[in-house]
């Protein structure tokens, strides 16, 4: 099965940037949708961003729309997220998921829709 491995998180004061990276092993993500969650302390897990395999559908939880960036690099097998003006909410577990079934042209916000999940890399904003 295909295993997913976070990268790139760490603690940033407000207002700063971080790239979080999604690399792919024991398989490649052909025609998976890709998708980006998290899950502050004390609270549900919730969506950030999608995107298709071909790169045309892209969403955006209303939180992070026009700071948070999703792309992905077919050719490398992973998949990005670029956050900018970060936030102290922003403050969470942040997870890469694998959507087998659907992802080729649809990019889901429904975390039950994703079939492989990563371990998570913790990203910690302070004030």
């Known amino acids: 099965q295909v295993q997913l491995v976070e990268s790139g998180g760490g603690l940033v004061q407000a207002g700063g940037s971080l790239r979080l990276s999604c690399a792919a092993s024991?398989?490649?993500?052909?025609?998976?949708?890709m998708g980006w969650f998290r899950q502050a302390p004390g609270k549900e897990r919730e969506f950030v961003a999608a995107?298709?395999?071909?790169?045309?559908?892209?969403y955006y939880a209303e939180s992070v729309r026009g700071r948070f960036t999703i792309s992905r690099d077919n050719v490398k097998n992973t998949v990005s997220l670029q956050m900018n003006s970060l936030k102290p909410e922003d403050t969470a577990v942040y997870y890469c998921?694998?959507?087998?079934?659907?992802?080729?042209?649809?990019?889901?916000?429904?975390?039950?829709?994703?079939?492989?999940w990563g371990q998570g890399t913790q990203v910690t904003v302070s004030s």
């Open positions: 024991g398989g490649t993500l052909s025609n998976y949708g």
């Open positions: 995107i298709s395999w071909s790169g045309g559908r892209f």
């Open positions: 998921a694998a959507d087998q079934s659907r992802g080729y042209y649809y990019a889901s916000v429904n975390q039950d829709e994703y079939d492989y």
